[in-house]
């Protein structure tokens, strides 16, 4: 193969580009005549080997491309078919990437019966205890609170104040923005336990729309229990007011001109 690289002086790729109505001959009898359609372009594969590309006439195939492989065995050698494919070509309508489907579900995606199972190395989520093989040692680790076999690691804390942090609930909502005070100094803010604590906690308050939701400490809506309304008058009064009602008027008289004193 390498004294067939170095010897080759153009010949062979040129037979092989020229090798057109061989390759629709081949994509013809692959399908039909009217599926086949212009010659569109020529794909190198390597120093022996190239394809042909050619229309796909198919109905609901718009874009795609028949691609023909020839290959010869050296300069003397005849020029011979390889494969016929149909292939997406860069317009064409294809199917996307595909997903794994525990990788495909969202938020809100599983509904009342439905089972997500975790995998076993989960990155989210790191031993919590030793298992034990006796009843009554699982008896009183359940009984202290310490039952789960798994809990949040450092990484699915993280992962989970981000989202938290990104969510409706956080500093940078339009209702947060708008907000008198944040949530923090609220009287109905119920701040969660461990390290993640000084930001997070769960609103309390009925009214409010976060009711039962975890929020950002920074999180803020009109519902505050220290927000008080405003019942000063919105018109400026004068501090000294007088009641003309208790008043008594009397006629303004003339003062005397200064001509009748002489």
């Known amino acids: 193969m390498t004294l067939l690289l170095t010897a080759d002086d153009g010949a062979i790729q040129d037979a092989l580009a020229g090798a057109v109505e061989l390759a629709r001959e081949a994509a013809v009898a692959d399908t039909d005549t009217e599926q086949v359609g212009g010659h569109v372009g020529?794909?190198?594969?390597?120093?022996?080997?190239?394809?042909?590309?050619?229309?796909?006439?198919?109905?609901?195939?718009?874009?795609?491309?028949?691609?023909?492989?020839?290959?010869?065995?050296?300069?003397?050698?005849?020029?011979?078919?390889?494969?016929?494919?149909?292939?997406?070509?860069?317009?064409?309508?294809?199917?996307?990437?595909?997903?794994?489907?525990?990788?495909?579900?969202?938020?809100?995606?599983?509904?009342?019966?439905?089972?997500?199972?975790?995998e076993e190395d989960d990155l989210r989520l790191v031993p919590a205890y030793l298992d034990s093989d006796d009843p009554e040692v699982e008896e009183v680790v359940t009984e202290i609170g310490l039952g789960r076999k798994r809990v949040l690691s450092r990484y699915g804390r993280q992962e989970a104040a981000s989202r938290w942090r990104a969510s409706e609930f956080g500093p940078r909502s339009d209702m947060a923005r708008s907000a008198p005070d944040v949530c923090g100094t609220c009287?109905?803010?119920?701040?969660?336990?461990?390290?993640?604590?000084?930001?997070?906690?769960?609103?309390?308050?009925?009214?409010?729309?976060?009711d039962g939701h975890v929020v950002h400490v920074e999180y803020g809506c009109?519902?505050?229990?220290?927000?008080?309304?405003?019942?000063?008058?919105?018109?400026?009064?004068?501090?000294?007011?007088?009641?003309?009602?208790?008043?008594d008027s009397a006629p303004l008289t003339e003062a005397p001109s200064a001509s009748a004193g002489r």
């Not at 927000?227 to 007011?241: F, K, N, Q, T, Y």
């Open 42 to 118: 020529v794909e190198r594969e390597d120093a022996v080997s190239v394809s042909h590309l050619f229309e796909a006439t198919l109905p609901g195939y718009r874009g795609w491309r028949w691609s023909v492989t020839v290959a010869t065995a050296g300069r003397e050698e005849p020029v011979t078919v390889s494969e016929v494919v149909l292939r997406p070509g860069p317009d064409a309508l294809v199917a996307p990437r595909w997903v794994p489907w525990e990788r495909r579900v969202r938020a809100g995606d599983l509904g009342v019966g439905d089972i997500f199972p975790t």
């Open 187 to 210: 009287g109905f803010y119920l701040s969660l336990a461990g390290s993640l604590s000084a930001a997070f906690g769960v609103c309390g308050n009925e009214i409010a729309p976060a």
């Open 222 to 247: 009109g519902a505050h229990s220290e927000v008080r309304v405003d019942s000063a008058s919105s018109v400026p009064v004068a501090e000294l007011v007088y009641d003309d009602s208790l008043l």
